[in-house]
Structures are given as structure tokens and as C-alpha cells.
């Protein structure tokens, strides 16, 4: 029997946002090392699931098995560009079957409707980096719940996920990545 991995990527600011209020990622909220890091962890995985507004505005130079998660996809449909997938009209466990019949990872760099997804779905692990000294007030949460008070960590927590011991990426900026990892 096929089996699946499901791992989050992101980083966020202090108030839990992954993007401003224009949707975009702001310049405060990047950092190398942290992207380092989040580059071979998708380097790790045989696809990569994230909306379609990420997928139109990053470009995918490494040719990675993209799976656009899209609500004009119908059902689930392989294009040039990669898999569009529509979850309202295919559940994620047919979607896997279909995309990695043999079994394999999916990464998954967001936005926040697809971390939503995902969350409800189980992911294996997360990894979660903290920008500490950003906020972005009024952006866009990475989960939901995060708009109603909760912190990313209380959110993953929550979905029975154990969290590990945090690692600095970057001291000088005050970047640390947390895993976790669902027991």
C-alpha cells in the first residue's frame, strides 16, 4: 500500500503572517539562511503543492512536480504547467493515489488556504521559522485560526503535531526554524 508524507514550509512574523496586506511576501520576512533551508527541503520531495496565486507569481526554475491547487481546476487535471487540482471536487487521498501511485513526499510552501487544506488533511511534519521582530498587521495569516488569536504553534499543536527543539538559522536577524513532527 502507497504511503504519503505531507510536509508544511513557512516562515512568519511575529503576529503569524506569511504575507502584507497586499498578499505579497515583504522583503522583512525573507531571509537566506532561511531559504537555504527551505530549498532542500523541497529539493527532498517528489512534489510540491501550492495555490495558484503562488504558483503564477514563482517561477519554477528547478522543474519540480507542482500540483496547483485551484478551485478552476476541474477535478484534477495534469497541464504543461503541472497538476491542477481542485479539492472541492477530488478528496486529497484520490489526488495522491493519481499524482504518486507508488507513494512518495509532498512539500507544501502554501498560501494559507492550502496550509488550511493540508492541516485538515495531517501533515507528517512542518516546519515552521519565526522571523522574530516582523510584524505584518493586517496580512495574510498562514493558517486560518491565526486570524482568531491562536499562534502557528498552538494551531500545529493542536492537530496532534509535537514540536522540536528550535534551531537559529540566522542569529544576527533573529530567524529560527521549529520542526514539527506528528508522533
Known sequence: MAAWTIEGFAIVSDDDRI?????????TLRNEAD?????????RMDAIAL???????TANRTGRLRIVVSSTADGLERRTD???WNPATVETSEMLARILPEGGA?????GRDVFDLFLAHGYTRFHLTRAHGVTLPGGVAVFS???HGQTAEDV?????MAAGD???LDEANSVVLTEFIRP
Open 82 to 84: 503541472g497538476w491542477w
Open 145 to 147: 485560526a491565526c486570524d
Open 19 to 27: 504575507a502584507d496586506a497586499s498578499g505579497a511576501m515583504p522583503k
Open 156 to 160: 500545529l499543536a493542536a492537530s496532534g
Open 106 to 110: 509532498v512539500g507544501v510552501p502554501g
Open 51 to 57: 495555490g495558484r496565486r503562488s504558483h503564477a507569481v
Open 35 to 43: 531559504s537555504r533551508a527551505f530549498q532542500a527541503g523541497l529539493d
Open 166 to 168: 528550535p534551531h537559529v
